[in-house]
């Protein structure tokens, strides 16, 4: 399954439309901003909430829960390391596997891939792929993809401060 994200990096404060392989639209992310931290949903054709990414800011590294149907899934962290961008996925035997920072990366279940995120080259705007292997992983390692972009997005709002 393949799932088509086309707009800025992390506009989420306007939404984005996710579009499958038709070019229909399946899923609307949408942010909230809130007074102790970020929250985002994603909501099906049907404007039901299929996924919520929230942040958490206890301890020392922010990390964002993935949360389905009210039920914590997992959890997304980036982990301090000199020589490469590390993220965890707690709950999950899910690992992060390629260039996180040029949106080209595996989500892997040991040696099986769950999901791949390509930017799509020749499009306009900014535009990704995020190519699913089990339909059935495909809204948590959406959420997965939205909660990297929001621990990006929380180093550069640091960087610029």
């Known amino acids: 399954m393949k799932l ?4 800025k990096r992390f506009s989420l404060r306007d939404g984005l439309i996710v579009r499958n392989e038709k070019d229909e639209p399946i899923y609307e992310i949408k942010s909230e901003w809130l007074s102790f931290g970020r929250k985002v949903h994603i909501y099906d054709q049907n ?3 299929v996924a919520s990414i929230e942040e958490k800011k206890l301890g020392f590294s922010p990390k964002y829960a993935i949360n389905q ?5 997992a959890v997304v962290k980036k982990e301090k390391n000199l020589m490469t961008s590390d993220y965890d996925i707690d709950k999950l035997n899910w690992r992060i596997r390629g260039n996180v920072e040029d949106n080209d990366y595996k ?3 040991k040696l099986r891939t769950v999901a791949e ?4 080259w020749f499009s306009v705007g900014e535009s990704y792929v995020l190519e699913v292997e089990e339909e059935q992983d495909s809204i948590v390692a959406l959420a997965i993809v939205v909660a990297i972009w929001s621990l990006q997005a929380d180093t550069e709002e640091k960087e610029d401060r």
């Open 47 to 49: 404007k039901e909430e």
């Open 69 to 73: 149907l009210e039920t914590n899934v």
């Open 107 to 109: 989500i892997k279940e």
């Open 117 to 120: 995120l390509k930017k799509k």
């Open 4 to 7: 088509y994200i086309r707009a």
